[in-house]
């Protein structure tokens, strides 16, 4: 008998389990189906569906300006706001996201642990392509809308490849020369002027060599000025195709070479080393694509205080990064509320200002009020920064990552070698 009984109760325990376990799936599916269709809602469904949320924001975290600006200034404001909470989740490298999510993924995972991530270039790349995007989320975003130029190169194209409203852009780096006024007294606005000022100024030019990221973006300045600009490279092109197109930029830095710093027998390795040749008055010019770097080293005491910065008339290359939201995000309507909030004036402003963060803004200067206008054209960022009107006239946009590598190949082919 208590065989049976024992058997009978564990009968019964099975039982139940299984009608737990129908009832949570019947629950789940509920969840689903109730769950809002956020991109096919009207904005003021997604702001009420995304109250009382938690978002992950899952981003690189090596900053502590960045970070403090996250915790301090956003996620206080989009709780008071949207009353959305904000969590950041710090991560070593952006690959590590799209790792996760791969595996999440493969493991039909469907609600993910990522609301937002911060990426851009070759991760959105590969986040496009095994369909790790949520979807095409940015015109349901009022700020995206209102305050950002979605047409322009430098937003619609991720290093080449188009968006499609698949991740949102937040912030902008910008390529400028830095040089010393005490020395230079009229920089050398396109590659023309640069290369008759390096004949008459011999051993005080130089760029770091490619693959180093700022002496990768140099090269490519030489080689939309000599052929043609940067449309040409928004196309497909076979590599047969693109090393055709590359030789009058080869010609150009040949020609340079021997009036370099040591006669272009050797380059720096890395920006690093470019800064500090500027800073002892080995070079009188440097580069690279924080526009701010400059005043910021004037505030430290590391370049001199006659440094300043310019950028080419034909403009210069601007990479735009950004936040999207995985397929599996938990949280989509609170992730859309919180992404629209970075994109508002008083955000972009903040992250503006050297006390914040200091980086450009994603959202176009021209489409601000008088008053936030005002707010902007108040922020000193010291000496050396160009205005952010200026920069964002003379944006130009990333070519497509493929391209890069094939060439600093190239140039280490036909400039480093010869």
Same mark, same amino acid.
């Given at each position: 008998m208590k065989r049976q009984s024992v058997a009978a109760g564990l009968m019964m325990i099975l039982l139940a389990a299984i009608v737990l376990s129908a009832c949570s799936s019947s629950n789940e599916d509920n969840g689903e189906a109730n769950k809002l269709d956020v991109l096919n809602a009207e904005w003021n469904q997604i702001a009420e569906e995304a109250e009382g949320q938690t978002v992950h924001l899952y981003m690189w975290g090596g900053s502590d300006s960045i970070n403090t600006y996250i915790d301090e200034w956003v996620a206080p404001r989009v709780k008071e706001q949207a009353n959305v909470k904000l969590k950041r989740v710090p991560m070593n490298d952006t690959k590590d996201i799209i790792n996760q999510l791969l595996a999440e993924k493969q493991a039909s995972k469907k609600d993910g642990s990522i609301d937002i991530m911060w990426i851009n270039g070759e991760n959105f790349k590969t986040a496009k392509e095994n369909d790790l995007l949520f979807g095409s989320f940015v015109s349901k975003l009022p700020n995206a809308n209102q305050y950002v130029d979605l047409d322009a190169p430098d937003i619609a194209n991720d290093f080449g490849l188009e968006?499609?409203?698949?991740?949102?852009?937040?912030?902008?780096?910008?390529?400028?020369?830095? *040089? =010393?006024?005490? !020395?230079?007294? $009229?920089?050398?606005?396109?590659?023309?002027?640069? !290369?008759?000022?390096? !004949?008459?100024?011999? &051993?005080?030019?130089? *760029?770091?060599?490619?693959? $180093?990221? %700022? &002496?990768?973006?140099?090269?490519?300045?030489?080689?939309? #000025?000599?052929? &043609?600009?940067?449309?040409? /490279?928004?196309? $497909?092109?076979? #590599? @047969? #195709?693109?090393? @055709?197109?590359?030789?009058?930029?080869?010609? /150009?830095? %040949?020609?340079?070479?021997? *009036?370099?710093?040591?006669?272009? +027998?050797? *380059?720096?390795?890395?920006?690093? +080393?470019? =800064?500090?040749?500027? @800073? %002892? &008055?080995?070079?009188?010019?440097?580069?690279? /694509? =924080?526009?701010?770097?400059?005043?910021?080293?004037? #505030?430290?005491?590391?370049?001199?205080?006659?440094?300043?910065?310019?950028?080419? $008339?034909?403009g210069t290359l601007s990479n735009t990064h950004y936040l999207g939201i995985p397929f599996n995000a938990s949280e989509p309507a609170g992730a859309m509320v919180v992404i629209n909030e970075l994109l508002s004036p008083a955000a972009q402003i903040a992250k503006f200002d050297p006390k914040h963060w200091g980086e450009d803004m994603a959202i176009d200067p021209a489409k601000l009020s008088e008053e936030d206008a005002n707010r902007l054209a108040e922020i000193d960022r010291g000496p050396a920064t160009l205005s952010a009107e200026e920069l964002a006239s003379h944006r130009l946009p990333e070519i497509r990552s493929d391209y890069v590598s094939i060439i600093e190949e190239s140039w280490n082919e036909h400039v480093a070698k010869p």
């Open positions: 968006t499609e409203g698949m991740e949102a852009p937040w912030g902008k780096a910008q390529f400028v020369f830095i *040089y =010393d006024e005490a !020395k230079v007294a $009229d920089p050398p606005t396109s590659m023309e002027a640069l !290369k008759e000022w390096v !004949k008459a100024n011999p &051993g005080a030019f130089t *760029y770091p060599a490619p693959p $180093d990221f %700022n &002496g990768s973006a140099f090269v490519r300045h030489v080689m939309m #000025e000599t052929t &043609g600009g940067h449309e040409p /490279y928004m196309a $497909d092109l076979t #590599e @047969a #195709e693109l090393q @055709a197109m590359l030789e009058p930029t080869w010609n /150009y830095l %040949n020609e340079i070479e021997p *009036y370099l710093w040591r006669e272009g +027998k050797t *380059y720096p390795e890395s920006l690093a +080393k470019l =800064d500090q040749m500027f @800073a %002892n &008055g080995e070079v009188w010019m440097s580069m690279g /694509y =924080d526009p701010s770097r400059a005043s910021n080293l004037i #505030e430290k005491g590391t370049f001199p205080e006659t440094t300043r910065t310019f950028v080419l $008339d034909s």
